[in-house]
T-cell receptor, first 113, second 111 residues
Framework: GNSVTQMEGPVTLSEEAFLTINCTYTATGYPSLFWYVQYPGEGLQLLLKATKADDKGSNKGFEATYRKETTSFHLEKGSVQVSDSAVYFCALREMDSSYKLIFGSGTRLLVRP | SQTIHQWPATLVQPVGSPLSLECTVE??????LYWYRQAAGRGLQLLFY??????ISSEVPQNLSASRPQDRQFILSSKKLLLSDSGFYLC??????????FGPGTRLTVL
């Protein structure tokens, strides 16, 4: 079945450090891929998305490229801020009859000043 | 753009009591609606989804149920809560299978 695997956290970085959160997926077709962010005590917000191979999603300095050959969608940011501290979820949506979102387990990011 | 309302924001209930969580959506019509549960420090588990009024699909067998009495209203219920029902419940919607938008969530503690 379809699945999403994320690196385990927490990831702890100093402010202005480079961030990578790994995400790989298993899917039978050609899914759309998403990154969601959850700040403490809140719901999830869509951070970025990519709908086909080699697409790059970007938002708020975060980027992720849809790599079909490696089935990956790693999240990157060149310089993190304390305000980026949150839980990040990678997700896929298979464009078949189910259309359900499959989430990874989430990666907690802690950014220290 | 759509806005999702959930209430209550927090809830503390004794084991064996009933539950009703409500989700309403503004700014879109004919949305797909979803209930997720997030246990402490863990990912999201899809509980139910609905593609229309009265149409409910259950993902995980459990003592919870869902109903959709109106196009933009989605209700999560239980007749008797268990300790394991504690968690953060999130309602989400999408339209025509574009990206999902999430509500602010309800934190449920069962004692």
């Amino acid at each position: 079945g379809n699945s999403v695997t994320q690196m385990e956290g927490p990831v702890t970085l100093s402010e202005e450090a480079f961030l990578t959160i790994n995400c790989t997926y298993t899917a039978t077709g050609y899914p759309s891929l998403f990154w969601y962010v959850q700040y403490p005590g809140e719901g999830l917000q869509l951070l970025l998305k990519a709908t086909k191979a080699d697409d790059k999603g970007s938002n708020k300095g975060f980027e992720a490229t849809y790599r079909k050959e490696t089935t990956s969608f790693h999240l990157e940011k060149g310089s993190v801020q304390v305000s980026d501290s949150a839980v990040y979820f990678c997700a896929l949506r298979e464009m078949d009859s189910s259309y359900k979102l499959i989430f990874g387990s989430g990666t907690r990011l802690l950014v220290r000043p | 753009s759509q806005t999702i309302h959930q209430w209550p924001a927090t809830l503390v209930q004794p084991v064996g009591s009933p539950l009703s969580l409500e989700c309403t959506v503004e700014g879109t019509s004919n949305p797909n609606l979803y209930w997720y549960r997030q246990a402490a420090g863990r990912g999201l588990q899809l509980l139910f989804y609905s593609v229309g009024i009265g149409q409910i699909s259950s993902e995980v067998p459990q003592n919870l149920s869902a109903s959709r009495p109106q196009d933009r209203q989605f209700i999560l219920s239980s007749k008797k809560l268990l300790l394991s029902d504690s968690g953060f419940y999130l309602c989400a919607c999408d339209h025509l299978y574009n990206e999902q938008f999430f509500g602010p969530g309800t934190r449920l503690t069962v004692l």
